[in-house]
């Protein structure tokens, strides 16, 4: 598969056919695989050989999403897991030691968040946290047990853009694990370890499937350190399902594509909202007027399908527009086929007190659009009746 475009390698990446010679890869719907002997039993028990044992530990589908996950990211290899969330834990609790330090951007998934200032707290590991809009304080912040260097970029929920070279350099400088949530981008749109990432997380949950079916995340990065991340994750029973697995692999073939027209939606309907009167503000990437649109261009293929705006008139006008919606869903989930709506102050980031979510940007009033693949005609027009 070398040399192959990224869509050959997202379609074309299978694992080996079966006697039955299958030409979509089967379901391997199986808690554990058999050995043909007594030393085959010892010798993959003693990792002598690279088979699967267990499904807690491998499957011919989760290896196969793996491998086309690492091929899309330019990793060594990764982990496949049930949930999002299940990698960023399993990941950094591979990697920290009671009494280690993290610095890590304040604007991060709120279960991220409750994650650094809640539970490693109890095993004595904290967190420093940045703004990501002024990454000159970073450096202020490392001290001499800090071991990962963490961001997202874009952020969820605001799209604020980070520039990865400038934090790749920092970690790099300062003998740093540099890891990267690329949820929001997706491979086909950003590979955070051509810009210097160690290691790159995602939840598999949003574009990777995008059809909202199923939970599922996953982390690639370098071998060495996906070494240790294995290690944890075999033990504590994190995996991902082969099912799910399955999902996924197939949803990646038609990735590039579909995240083709969520951006081309997500740009058209950002350029509208900016027009309009009843807006206070809009941000995406690849508007011009977003504070980073030339990093976003410098690292993104195109700018995602997430639109964060703000209605006019507060929270009663935003619960008003809220409740006037009548196509898009109003879920928490994003990267559905179909168009969604959140409020992440009251849904996704209401774990986080009002100084919290304020320190990164996220208003009372601030609406997230997950913009699907409906006509963007549509998609507006019921935008449009919900402002009026």
């Known amino acids: 598969m070398k040399g192959k475009k990224f869509e050959t390698q997202a379609i074309r990446t299978q694992m080996e056919r079966s006697q039955n010679l299958e030409h979509s890869s089967p ?3 199986t808690s554990s695989f058999v050995f043909e002997d007594a030393e085959d039993m010892r010798a993959s028990f003693a990792e002598e050989k690279q ?3 267990y499904s807690r530990y491998s499957n011919p589908n989760s290896n196969e999403l793996i491998e086309k996950v690492c091929k899309m990211e330019g990793a060594e290899n990764g982990f496949a897991y049930a949930s999002g969330m299940a990698a960023v834990f399993s990941t950094l609790a591979a ?4 009494g280690d330090h993290v610095v890590s951007s304040k604007s991060i998934f709120g279960s991220t968040h409750t994650l650094f200032t809640q539970f490693f707290p109890k095993w004595n590991i904290e967190t420093s946290y940045f703004d990501a809009n002024d990454l000159s304080t970073i450096e202020g912040l490392i001290r001499p047990n800090t071991k990962i260097l963490y961001a997202e970029t874009p952020t969820n929920p605001g799209v604020d853009v980070l520039d990865l070279e400038v934090l ?12 990267v949530d690329n949820c929001f981008a997706t491979p086909y749109l950003q590979q955070p370890i051509k810009f210097g990432a160690d290691l790159v997380i995602h939840s598999g949950t949003k574009l990777m499937d995008g059809q909202g079916r199923v939970l599922a995340g996953i982390t690639v990065g370098s071998g060495e350190l996906m070494d240790k991340v294995y290690r944890f ?3 504590t029973g994190p995996a991902l399902s082969p099912f799910n697995a399955w999902v996924l692999s197939r949803s990646l073939e038609t990735l590039a594509i579909r995240v083709d027209r969520h951006c081309e939606n997500a740009l058209k309907l950002a350029s509208y909202l900016e027009g309009h009167d009843k807006i206070e503000w809009v941000k995406y990437p690849f508007l011009k007027s977003h504070p980073k649109h030339e990093i976003a261009k410098k690292q993104m293929k195109a700018g995602g399908c997430v639109v964060a705006f703000e209605v006019k008139g507060g929270l009663e006008a935003g619960r008003e527009f809220f409740d006037s919606i009548q196509l898009l869903s109003l879920s928490a989930n994003l990267g559905d086929a179909r168009s969604i709506v959140t409020h992440p102050a009251s849904t996704t980031h209401s774990k986080l007190t009002t100084e919290e979510r304020n320190a990164v940007g996220i208003s009372d009033g601030m609406v997230r659009v997950s913009v699907g693949l409906e006509h963007i005609d549509d998609i507006i027009a019921d935008i449009e009746q919900a402002l009026e």
Request: proline share 0%; aromatic share 8%.
């Open 51 to 53: 088979r699967n044992i």
């Open 95 to 98: 990697l920290l030691d009671a």
């Open 168 to 179: 790749a350099t920092i970690a790099k400088k300062h003998d740093l694990i540099f890891v």
């Open 233 to 235: 994750s075999r033990i």
């Open 27 to 29: 379901i391997y719907m």
